[in-house]
């Protein structure tokens, strides 16, 4: 149970287009969900908590009008990096709660997304 | 947790040999720890958890972790590693935030066993 997919596993798009990476839970329901992103040999950063049906959080330093969360249903939420940069090219992970197991304080990841921009 | 740290950023250990991988982290607060293993190219898979009761906790891979809530700390350890043990280890915390869990996370550990 609790399992987690993310589509597509890779992207690669040209500088100034936008990509959406989709975020499914497939075995339960989402309330909340998460974006990260991770640099080369780096860890983890939280970009933005994602609730359904409301506005995503996003964290400190992170551009709400870049990296758009919608998070229509509860078991998807999509990240849409508008207007891509190379500097933009990094692994994206997406993670959600199993409210319905009670385990509000423990997150199931997705595999992540590659994205690189040319 | 207002960090969490991993010292060691890379570990290289010969086969069979006994690891650990340190963890710290500075709370004032109860939090719930975690391991999780990241293979090259690969989303984070979770090696083990401690949420409540036994300190001890164990992973059906062999690995064991345990909460130390003195020493604030969370550390990693297997009797004998293989080498497919190699990959890159993440410890980290989950604590409430305004009502909301986050996850805090070191900045990795990468474990290299050597043949």
């Known amino acids: 149970g609790a399992v987690v997919s993310q589509h597509p596993s890779r992207v690669i ?35 933005a908590t994602s609730n359904e049906g409301s506005k995503a959080t996003y964290e400190q330093g992170v551009e709400k009008d870049k990296f758009l969360i919608n998070h229509a249903s509860l078991t998807l939420s999509t990240l849409t990096v508008t207007s891509a940069h190379p ?5 994206y992970i997406c993670s959600a709660r199993d409210w319905g197991a009670g385990s509000y304080n423990e997150q199931f990841f997705g595999p992540g997304t590659r994205l690189t921009v040319l | ?33 975690f391991w999780y293993v990241q293979y090259p190219n690969q989303g984070l898979q979770l090696l083990l958890k401690y949420l409540s009761g036994s300190t001890l906790v164990e992973s059906i891979n062999g690995f064991e972790a345990e909460f130390n809530k003195s020493q604030t700390s969370f550390h990693l350890r297997k009797p004998s ?18 009502g909301t869990y986050k996850y805090i996370f070191g900045t990795g550990t990468r474990l290299k066993v050597l043949a």
């Open chain 2, 1 to 33: 947790a207002q960090s969490v740290t991993q010292l060691d950023s890379q570990v290289p250990v010969f086969e069979e040999a006994p690891v650990e991988l340190r963890c710290n982290y500075s709370s004032s607060v109860s939090v719930y720890l």
């Open chain 1, 87 to 91: 500097e933009d090219s990094s692994f």
């Open chain 1, 13 to 47: 798009c040209k500088s100034g287009t936008s990509v959406k990476i989709e975020c499914r839970s497939l075995d339960f329901q989402a309330t909340t969900m998460f974006w990260y992103r991770q640099f080369p040999k780096k860890s983890l950063m939280l970009m």
């Open chain 2, 81 to 98: 590693v293989h080498i497919s043990d190699t990959a890159e280890y993440f410890c980290a915390v989950s604590e409430s935030f305004s």
